[in-house]
Each structure stands twice: as structure tokens, then as C-alpha cells.
Antibody, heavy 118, light 109 residues
Framework: QIQLVQSGAEVKKAGASVKLSCEASGYPFTTYNIHWVRQAPGQGLEWMGWINAGNGRTKYSQKFQDTVIITRDTAANTVYMELPSLRSEDTAVYFC???????????WGQGTLVTVSS | QSALTQPASVSGSLGQSITISCTGLSTDPGTYNLVSWYQQYPDRAPRILITEGNKRPSGVSDRFSGSKSGNVASLTISNLQADDEALYYCCSDTTSATLIFGAGTKLTV
């Protein structure tokens, strides 16, 4: 079955960087885009960006345009999301999700909690 | 497209119907406003309920339905059940090939 399995929780100091992974299985990896969405504690969903797993093209939210880096490794069927220079406001659960034609997200990873301490 | 506005909370009784609105869709000609709706339980990943405004993916109960009129999309849940108590988010594509989520609505049954 289709699965997106994300890497484990991270605890980082402010100013550090973090790189999260999202390993896909159960479908042809390069034929679907993968999105990243985050959710701060007690807050709503915030869309961050997506990557075309086939050609590596990315698109970011204006908010994250100059900070987030989304990449993929087709040999490992894995998408990565890197946040350099973390701030306390980056404390959140980060989800990856698969894009479907019609701009909806059908399968989601379990989420990765990133905690940033000052 | 700047923001999608949802009511912070709605409530209903078992067996009743409720509607959650999502305001702020673009009215520019040529925009698709492909609206999707997600349900989220605490500490869980969101789950798709409605796609492209009014389509239900396989496995989603027909008690969930979506519609759109002008710059407002709506999610209706009929015959409310106890396990419908959750957070609900609308989401739309934009002309910039990005997504935007509403702030979410907490449904209390």
C-alpha cells in the first residue's frame, strides 16, 4: 500500500539546521509531487512547498522562499526538507504529503516533531 | 490570494447537519479554485474528505459533501456522528501553483 514514512523527532538549538526525510513506497516515486506542510503547536496547517519528484522542480510559499530547501533522491524514493537557521517559531510538526491531480493531498506521512530551543 | 477564512468553531448535535464555510477564494477569471477539505484528529495527520470542491475520494462517507459559490466554498456534514468531532481545514490552489490552507474549524458534536 502507499506509504510515506517520515524521519523521527528532532530537538535543535536555535540557529542550527534540520533536514527531515519522507520515504515513499507503494507507487512510482517519480510520478507524483510531494508537498510539505507544517503545524505549530495548537495552530493550523501551513503549506510550505512542493517538489516534483521526477524532475526535482520546486515551488515554495513566499514565506519560505528564501529559507526552506526541498530535495529528492530518486534512488532512495525519499524527499528531504531542510530548514537552515532554526528559530523557536519553527517548532512544529512537519508533514509530507502526496499530490494528486486536482491539487489535493491524498496520502500523508505521520509527521515529524521539530522542537527548537533557544 | 491572501487568506482563506473559516469560522473558528461550529457545533451540532448527533444526527443534525452542519456547514463549514471557507471564504476568500479568488474570483479572477481563469483561476481554478480547486478546493479540498481535510479532517484532522488531535495528534494525527490530516485526512482528505473532499477534492476539487465536491468530489469524495474512495472510502469517504457520503455524509460529507462540498460545494462552492462565488468566493465561498462549503463543507456540509450530515447525520452528525460523535467521531466527526475534529478539526476541518479547507485548502485551495492558487495562480502561483501553490496551496493555501484556511485557519481551520473545530467541530464539536
Amino acid at each position: 500500500q502507499i506509504q510515506l514514512v517520515q524521519s523521527g523527532a528532532e530537538v535543535k538549538k536555535a540557529g542550527a539546521s534540520v533536514k527531515l526525510s519522507c520515504e515513499a513506497s507503494g507507487y512510482p516515486f517519480t510520478t507524483y509531487n510531494i508537498h510539505w506542510v507544517r503545524q505549530a503547536p495548537g495552530q493550523g496547517l501551513e503549506w510550505m512547498g512542493w517538489i516534483n519528484a521526477g524532475n526535482g522542480r520546486t515551488k515554495y510559499s513566499q514565506k519560505f522562499q528564501d529559507t526552506v530547501i526541498i530535495t529528492r533522491d530518486t534512488a532512495a524514493n525519499t524527499v528531504y526538507m531542510e530548514l537552515p537557521s532554526l528559530r523557536s517559531e519553527d517548532t512544529a510538526v512537519y508533514f509530507c504529503a502526496r499530490h494528486r491531480s486536482g491539487w489535493w493531498l491524498d496520502n500523508w506521512g505521520q509527521g515529524t516533531l521539530v522542537t527548537v530551543s533557544s | 490570494q491572501s487568506a482563506l477564512t473559516q469560522p473558528a468553531s461550529v457545533s451540532g448535535s448527533l444526527g443534525q447537519s452542519i456547514t463549514i464555510s471557507c471564504t476568500g477564494l479568488s474570483t479572477d477569471p481563469g483561476t481554478y479554485n480547486l478546493v479540498s477539505w481535510y479532517q484532522q484528529y488531535p495528534d494525527r495527520a490530516p485526512r482528505i474528505l473532499i477534492t476539487e470542491g465536491n468530489k469524495r475520494p474512495s472510502g469517504v462517507s457520503d455524509r460529507f459533501s462540498g460545494s462552492k459559490s462565488g468566493n465561498v466554498a462549503s463543507l456540509t456534514i450530515s447525520n452528525l456522528q460523535a467521531d466527526d468531532e475534529a478539526l476541518y481545514y479547507c485548502c485551495s490552489d492558487t495562480t502561483s501553483a501553490t496551496l493555501i490552507f484556511g485557519a481551520g474549524t473545530k467541530l464539536t458534536v
